[in-house]
């Protein structure tokens, strides 16, 4: 009987020193970890892409707005300049030329860059902008025609007379 005992212990320890799991096992559970860690990180660049995308059109609109305002409220020239070449939108006031501003420094804009994902219809600078006379009015009546290549869709902004404003369709 003690050497029953014995073996059963001898048995028992060599059990326990060479317990674990194999290395397909290991494996496995590793590239489970790793999918699940990565797959977030993949959805990630999409998401950015779609925010970029969202904060350019928000401020793009804002941005209309406010040259449209300076035009009522300080009875000057505002232009707005879509340039598909250098993949920018610049607002300008009669007070201003370029990026240099003009006396007053909410007349100072950046130019709005456009995210991968827009482009304009058409391959030609676009300008437009609000008369002078205090009215806010455009000086004419223009589409600005925005694609957004990875959703295949397209956003038009067509400026309205009289009340000024730009009507968004989306399609």
């Known amino acids: 009987m003690p050497n029953k ?12 020193i060479h317990s674990g799991f194999t290395l397909v096992e290991t494996l496995l559970v590793l590239f489970v970890i790793v999918s699940f860690t990565f797959l977030p990180v993949l959805s990630l660049k999409n998401w ?4 970029a995308t969202q904060r350019f059109f928000v401020n793009f609109e804002k941005m209309v ?3 449209q305002q300076i035009s009522i409220v300080e009875k000057r020239e505002t232009t707005i300049t879509v ?9 300008l006031t009669e007070a201003t030329s370029g990026n240099s501003g003009g006396s007053f420094p909410e007349d100072r804009f950046q130019p709005l860059l456009f995210p991968e994902t827009v482009t304009t219809q058409g391959s030609t600078t676009v300008k437009f902008g609000f008369t002078g006379g205090g009215t806010g009015s455009p000086s004419r009546l223009l589409k600005v025609i925005f694609k ?6 397209t956003v038009t902004y067509a400026l309205q007379m009289g009340s000024g404003r730009f009507a968004k369709t989306t399609e």
């Not at 950015?48 to 925010?51: H, K, S």
């Open 5 to 16: 005992q014995k073996l059963m212990k001898i048995i028992w320890r060599i059990s326990r």
């Open 48 to 51: 950015q892409e779609e925010l």
């Open 65 to 67: 707005l406010v040259c």
């Open 83 to 91: 340039d598909p070449a250098s993949k920018r939108v610049t607002f």
């Open 148 to 153: 957004v290549q990875k959703r295949s869709k």
